[in-house]
């Protein structure tokens, strides 16, 4: 039994290799398809955003020769194509808690992670949502890329601006508190 070797696989993909493109897709659509629900995508969005991902893949096949970064650059993708999505729909994109995204952007690989950081997702917004509406709505607006300004969020949410670092953080202490009953 061979080993998976991302970067081989990359190269004969390129080549038109159709087995070595079929791997690709086995080994990182777990992550593709995780990253994109992370956004509370309908099936619909979400099957666009997988597509489109891949296509990117697709047109740069030729240029990515480091298979080493491959999950890293799909999720990256993933992530880009379902902030635009969310932006052409015109809804707001919980997009990135430093925290939270630093597990996608991971390099590993495994399907066993792809699964584990998936699962993570689905925990950590299932318990966003959980939350008073007030701190629900203040993160995921702090989650949108770009960040929103203090003058914006307060704007958006109907408070006063200097309100909004001691919410953020009694909220963020309440999903940690949350997240923690949680695990």
Avoid: N
């Amino acid at each position: 039994m061979t080993t998976f070797d991302p970067t081989i696989a990359l190269i004969e993909a390129a080549d038109g290799d159709q087995r070595a493109w079929d791997a690709l897709v086995t080994r990182y659509s777990g992550l593709v398809w995780a990253t994109a629900r992370s956004f509370r995508l309908g099936d619909a969005d979400a099957a666009d955003v997988f597509q489109a991902t891949w296509f990117r893949l697709v047109e740069k096949l030729h240029q990515i020769r480091d298979g080493a970064g491959l999950g890293a650059w799909l999720a990256t993708t993933a992530r880009h194509e379902a902030i635009d999505m969310l932006r052409r729909r015109g809804r707001e994109s919980p997009a990135d808690l430093d925290d939270h995204m630093s597990v996608i952007r991971s390099t590993s690989g495994l399907p066993e992670e792809s699964v584990l950081r998936a699962e993570e997702e689905r925990l950590l917004w299932q318990t966003i949502r959980r939350l008073p509406d007030r701190c629900s709505r203040l993160l995921r607006a702090m989650g949108t890329d770009p960040v929103p300004t203090y003058a914006e969020l307060a704007a958006a949410l109907d408070v006063p601006v200097g309100s909004i670092g001691p919410t953020r953080a009694r909220c963020l202490g309440q999903l940690r508190t949350l997240m923690a009953a949680a695990l």
